[in-house]
């Protein structure tokens, strides 16, 4: 064989690993029933903090407490989003990917160590499946909004189901293909809003995969009080935002809510301190909310978190829950008529699954099991 025919070769072996990503802004009408709360935006970080006190408080529903009723909520929204694709193009199945507090969609695709943690690689390159990671609404380069009484979680998942109607619809503009079925996977308040897209609308979802997740709300303070919360727009990285948008306070702050000890590589603890995003004032109040209802969902799911997790199961998600095996396990009792149901530890690992060192096995868990069961 000439020397030029192998290096013909060795270019077309490696252009099968070239998968094709595409940036989108796609715009969404929806409307919601939201609550209205008697709460102004926090102006300092005293006003921060005292606000986090007062949503940690055991025996009390903070929430409820300062709640004067609900309102629709509605209008257009751009939604920033990237899709990938094997380089043989579109899957049938796309998996829709929702991040959670403290990330924009690069969680699904940070750039750290030349991408060596992206999970969308794996999912593209390994599995075959095509992506679709989004900017929750009212974060990163998706429209913000008021953070109180606007973004919210009930609004939040309207925008999921609306983009995945179009995605079903291939109506998603620089998408043409009708993909034929959609994984929801969500990382954290992502597992929770895909929760609560297949509770409002059971059909949307041919599969759930919820990351750092339990139904477990006893530990959820611990997150707020870890996260040292301030005001996002103190941080010059994120001064675009309005007050009432809260950010983790400095490293450590990330490094307790997400990292586990020995688990990760100090420059990424960095790196997410300086990606890190916001959450909304609203988003904290409605969490608890969404997350509630029992799920009548029939298709197959998947829960997948940290042994160590911090806001899911206080750092220890291997505690027995009779009659179910631990922490995360008995989550099914939520799910009555799920499919396959499997419940995962990933041993040693922290909440930011994606940014642990045992993230190959957290991605080879996801993928096989929706492999096996919602195939590409
Ligand atoms: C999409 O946008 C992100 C963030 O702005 C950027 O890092 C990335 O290179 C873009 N990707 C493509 C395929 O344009
Ligand atoms: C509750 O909302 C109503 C109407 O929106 C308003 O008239 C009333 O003053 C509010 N109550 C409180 C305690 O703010
Ligand atoms: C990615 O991670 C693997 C395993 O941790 C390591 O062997 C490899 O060198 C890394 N690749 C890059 C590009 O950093
Ligand atoms: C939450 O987890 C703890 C163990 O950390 C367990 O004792 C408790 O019963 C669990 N609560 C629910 C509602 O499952």
Same mark, same amino acid.
């Given at each position: 064989m000439k020397l030029s025919t192998v290096g013909f070769l060795a270019g077309l072996a490696s252009l099968s690993l070239a998968r094709h990503c595409q940036n989108l802004t796609v715009p969404v009408t929806i409307s919601s029933q939201n609550n209205v709360y008697n709460l102004k935006a926090p102006k300092t970080n005293i /006003?921060?903090?005292? &606000?986090?006190?007062?949503?940690? !408080?055991?025996?009390?529903?903070? +929430? !409820?407490?300062?709640?004067?009723?609900?309102? @629709? %909520?509605?209008?257009?929204?751009?939604? =920033?989003?990237?899709?990938?694709?094997?380089?043989?193009? *579109?899957?049938?199945?796309v998996q829709f990917l929702t991040h959670g507090i403290g990330? /924009?969609?690069?969680?699904? /695709?940070?750039?750290?160590?030349?991408?060596?943690?992206?999970?969308?690689?794996?999912a593209n390159d390994k599995y075959g499946y095509s992506t679709f990671s989004w900017d929750r609404l009212g974060i990163g380069a998706s429209q913000h909004g008021e953070p109180v009484n606007e973004i919210q979680?009930?609004? #939040?998942? #309207?925008?999921?189901?609306?983009?995945? %109607?179009?995605?079903? !619809? +291939?109506?998603?503009?620089?998408? #043409?293909?009708?993909?034929?079925?959609?994984?929801?996977?969500? *990382?954290?308040?992502?597992?929770?809003?895909?929760?609560?897209? @297949?509770?409002?609308?059971?059909?949307?979802?041919?599969?759930?995969?919820?990351?750092?997740?339990?139904?477990?709300?006893?530990?959820?303070?611990?997150?707020?009080? $870890?996260?040292?919360?301030?005001?996002?727009?103190?941080?010059?990285?994120?001064?675009g935002y309005v007050d009432g948008y809260l950010a983790a306070g400095d490293a450590s702050a990330v490094q307790t809510n997400f990292f586990a000890p020995d688990q990760f590589?100090?420059? &990424?603890?960095?790196?997410?301190?300086? @990606?890190?995003?916001?959450?909304?004032?609203g988003e904290l109040l409605t969490i608890g909310i969404v997350s509630q209802p029992i799920n009548k969902f029939a298709g197959p799911v998947l829960i997948i978190?940290? #042994?160590? /997790?911090?806001?899911?199961? $206080?750092g220890n998600c291997a505690i027995p829950v009779p009659p179910y095996p631990n922490v995360v396990a008995a =989550?099914?009792?939520?799910?009555?008529?799920?499919?396959?149901?499997?419940?995962?530890? %990933?041993?040693?690992?922290g909440h930011g699954l994606n940014y642990d060192y045992s993230h190959p096995y957290t991605y080879q868990s996801i993928n096989g099991y929706f492999a096996k069961y919602v195939p590409a």
């Open positions: /006003d921060v903090t005292n &606000f986090i006190l007062n949503l940690v !408080q055991p025996g009390k529903n903070y +929430g !409820q407490s300062i709640q004067n009723g609900t309102k @629709t %909520v509605s209008g257009t929204y751009h939604i =920033a989003a990237t899709l990938c694709s094997p380089d043989w193009g *579109h899957s049938d199945t990330f /924009d969609r690069s969680y699904w /695709d940070n750039s750290f160590n030349n991408h060596n943690y992206s999970y969308t690689q794996v979680a009930m609004l #939040e998942v #309207e925008a999921i189901h609306a983009l995945t %109607v179009l995605l079903r !619809q +291939g109506k998603i503009s620089g998408c #043409e293909k009708a993909f034929k079925k959609v994984v929801h996977i969500g *990382h954290s308040f992502g597992s929770v809003q895909s929760y609560a897209l @297949t509770v409002k609308y059971p059909t949307d979802s041919d599969g759930l995969g919820l990351t750092g997740f339990s139904q477990n709300a006893t530990y959820i303070p611990y997150f707020g009080l $870890g996260g040292n919360f301030v005001q996002a727009n103190l941080n010059p990285a994120l001064k590589d100090p420059k &990424f603890l960095a790196y997410a301190t300086k @990606t890190g995003q916001p959450v909304t004032i978190t940290g #042994e160590r /997790d911090i806001p899911f199961c $206080g =989550a099914q009792k939520t799910l009555p008529n799920a499919k396959n149901f499997k419940a995962v530890l %990933v041993p040693k690992a």
